[in-house]
């Protein structure tokens, strides 16, 4: 399997630190509102990278931060006069509710930086006897000049850096480019207490000391949204580089953006859809087949156009599908036949092709097209003839594919509940129409089918016999 490696600029064969398992940290939401849907994509990529490692038969430890201590929450607070922490925890489950709508897998622990405090500022505070961090009126910066390699996943010098960057004012930094990660109070700010005074940590120092503290110095892969190469990335290595002198991670993988109209979606530019609002109109199935339509190092255009046609795809799948469920219903034959062996070897081609895309760097795009093809392949194969340990074979693979995407596991068929809610439904139309044989007829094909109606005042109720 290859991974496409910042770092490096190329596609590495993936080997992990320790064999058959995977120590993966994801950078996560500053919690201060809905997620919009550019921020899903990055989300759903990194839960199918996520997935697709399990389908691989990997252990995954998935860490997902929530950013919890920031500008943004200390001034939702303020205009709200609440906390900090009662807008975290706000839009933490607010976080949950959409996550889980769009079939995102919980993380093994989302760590927030609140229950990190403690824990930063002994990182800070090794960082300052190393020698690569420095105290200034209650602020704590990094030098970047210190870690000879900053600069390197972003492939920039400190020197022109330097002079990309603009002036910057503050004197007390030894460096222009030195960062903070740790901020003295200021008034209507919460604080805490540490060996500089009342102060908050910086946002960069909160990763490089959660993913230390939960998956240990190197991690196998770490992930984010292509926004975060630089300074975020750049900085947690430094930091967390600097103080374990291991590598801090062996992948680094990076996610295009979701682009409307050719500019990157995000709430400062006010040109978002949240994710709620789109689940709203979209089942979470098609938002998740829109989202996983390119490769994710390839920017992709939101437009309702895409998600109409990513709508229609899964429903020519799921049309096929519900063909396919009908025909196990119907078939005679119970056991797979000599000639189907060509079939099921067809369907086994299908599922390696499958997964040759998805193991060339996640491509998702061409995952998704095989699918397509699996399909197309099985409308013609699959008949009234055919055995119903084949057709079962073929959901079954339909269904291991869809998984790692998050996409085609549901059934067409209706529950056994929703079936008898709708033919007591009918009986009751068909005795307020006088039809009692009808309803008669609804009531003895549920008795034979093991099933009792009561009619108490309460409506109807059923029960196994
Ligand atoms: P934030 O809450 O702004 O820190 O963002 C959370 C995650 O979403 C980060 O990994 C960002 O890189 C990512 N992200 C933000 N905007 C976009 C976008 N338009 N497309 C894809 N990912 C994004
Ligand atoms: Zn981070």
Not at 92 to 100: H, P, V
Not at 175 to 190: C, L, S, T, Y
Not at 259 to 276: D, E, G, H, V
Request: hydrophobic share 35%; with cysteine.
């Amino acid at each position: 399997m290859k991974i496409f490696n910042t770092m490096t600029r190329q596609k590495e064969e993936f080997v992990p630190i320790n064999p058959g398992e995977v120590k993966m940290y994801v950078c996560g939401p500053t919690v201060y509102d809905f997620f919009h849907i550019g921020n899903a994509r990055t989300f759903v990529i990194f839960d199918t990278v996520r997935r697709y490692l399990e389908y691989k038969g990997y252990k995954v430890s998935f860490i997902q931060n929530f950013t919890d201590i920031d500008d943004k929450l200390i001034n939702k607070a303020n205009e709200e006069g609440t906390t900090l922490k009662e807008v975290g925890e706000r839009y933490i489950k607010e976080y949950y509710k959409d996550a889980d709508a769009l079939h995102i897998e919980r993380a093994t622990c989302n760590p927030r930086a609140t229950e990190f405090v403690d824990e930063i500022i002994k990182f800070i505070s090794e960082l300052i006897e190393k020698g690569y961090a420095y105290e200034v009126d209650g602020d704590v910066y990094f030098n970047t000049k210190s870690f000879k390699e900053y600069g390197k996943l972003s492939g920039q010098n400190l020197e022109d850096l330097q002079s990309g960057a603009r002036i910057d004012v503050d004197e007390r930094k030894k460096d222009p480019m030195d960062f903070a990660v740790w901020k003295n109070k200021k008034p209507g700010e919460p604080a805490w207490k540490s060996p500089w005074g009342e102060g908050r940590p910086g946002w960069h120092i909160e990763c490089s000391c959660m993913s230390s503290k939960l998956l240990g110095d190197t991690i196998d892969i770490h992930a984010g949204g292509m926004d975060l190469v630089f300074p975020h990335h750049e900085n947690e290595i430094a930091q967390s580089e600097a103080r374990s002198g291991k590598k801090f991670a062996n992948y680094w993988m990076h996610a295009a953006y979701l682009n409307i109209n050719n500019k990157k979606m995000s709430k400062s530019l006010k040109n978002f859809f949240t994710t709620r609002e789109i689940l709203e109109k979209y089942d979470a199935e098609v938002v998740r087949m829109f989202l996983l339509s390119a490769q994710y190092r390839t920017p992709l255009n939101f437009t309702e156009e895409l998600l109409n046609s990513a709508k229609l795809s899964m429903d020519r799948l799921y049309n096929s599908i519900s063909n396919l469920e009908n025909l196990y219903d119907e078939v005679k034959i119970e056991k797979l036949t000599d000639e189907e062996s060509k079939s099921i070897k067809m369907i086994d081609e299908y599922k390696e092709k499958f997964e040759s895309r998805m193991d060339d760097d996640f491509n998702t795009a061409d995952g998704i097209s095989v699918i397509f093809e699996l399909i197309k392949d099985l409308n013609i194969n699959i008949n009234a003839n055919s055995s119903k340990e084949l057709i079962k074979y073929a959901l079954d693979t339909i269904r291991k594919i869809g998984k790692p995407l998050g996409i085609l596991q549901k059934t067409t068929k209706k529950s056994i509940e929703d079936e008898v809610e709708d033919l007591i439904q009918k009986r009751q139309e068909a005795r307020k129409n006088k039809d009692f044989k009808l309803a008669d007829k609804i009531r003895d094909d549920l008795s034979a089918r093991g099933i009792i109606l009561e009619d108490t005042k309460a409506g109807v109720r059923w029960k196994y016999k």
